[in-house]
């Protein structure tokens, strides 16, 4: 018996979408401040030992900086989610009736007929009155629902992840060839990451490996035309 296409699972990139943000900010961030630090020092006339601790520094400063941005800004969005479940929770129990009026409203306005849109928030709000108003009244699911810890651990690693490539390439690489090596490996690897990134996201690989590669190519282009004006200064 042929198989219904309609049967199969299904894979689908939002329930990634958490720490997939969170995990491709952190390693582009780390690329790309820790290059462009490098390359900035660098065109300074800087020496190995400051390209060194200028490149170590950016990349514990910027680790524990995005850990702590992601904890503060998804703790944020979690204490929002609650305070907004705690209301709804207390308007179920006020007002049942009108809730379920609210509810079915929301299916009518999706394209169900109104005795339909009855029925199923009725038999939604039977299994779990607050879930049903948590996903389809305030778009809160356990797929969404802000994740701080996770955030910030994503965060934290996946900058140092990022950043220690173009500080390996600076340490491994001739001193005259410090700005082109970790430019050039710098690029590879933020095209690397947005065709890798759009891969398990589901989005265009060209258009998200073309856009973080020329954000990260600008980055790097100032902070060395910054540190070529300095150097010449110094």
């Known amino acids: ?27 582009n961030d780390g690329i790309v401040s820790t290059a462009s630090l490098i390359v900035g020092v660098a065109a300074a006339n800087a020496g190995p030992a400051e390209i060194l601790v200028a490149g170590t520094a950016g990349l514990v400063a910027g680790a524990m900086s995005m850990a702590a941005g992601e904890y503060v800004s998804v703790s944020s969005q979690a204490d929002a989610e609650a305070a907004n479940l ?11 009736v009108g809730e379920q009026a609210e509810l079915a409203g929301i ?19 039977a299994k779990n009155a607050l879930q049903a108003h948590a ?6 699911s356990a797929i969404t629902t802000a994740k ?15 950043a220690a490539l173009p500080l390996l390439v600076a340490v491994l ?13 710098s690029l ?9 990134s759009a891969r398990i996201g589901g ?3 060209v258009k998200a490996t073309v856009r973080v590669t020329f954000w990260g190519a600008v980055a790097m282009a100032v902070t060395a035309a910054i540190g070529a004006v300095f150097g010449v200064a110094a």
């Open 188 to 196: 590879i690897s933020l095209a690397a990451l947005g065709g890798m």
């Open 1 to 27: 018996m042929k198989r219904s296409k309609f049967t199969h699972p299904e894979h689908h990139g939002v329930e990634r979408i958490g720490w997939l943000r969170a995990g491709v900010l952190g390693a």
């Open 107 to 125: 299916y009518v306005a999706r394209g169900l007929t109104k005795e339909l849109a009855d029925q199923v928030a009725v038999q939604l709000m």
């Open 86 to 96: 705690a209301r709804e929770r207390q308007e179920l129990a006020d007002d049942p």
């Open 173 to 185: 690489a001739p001193h005259s060839l410090t700005i082109p090596a970790t430019a050039i490996a």
């Open 148 to 162: 701080p810890i996770q955030a910030a651990v994503t965060s934290a690693i996946t900058f140092s992840t990022g």
């Open 203 to 205: 989005a265009d690989i």
């Open 135 to 140: 996903r389809d009244e305030l778009a809160i």
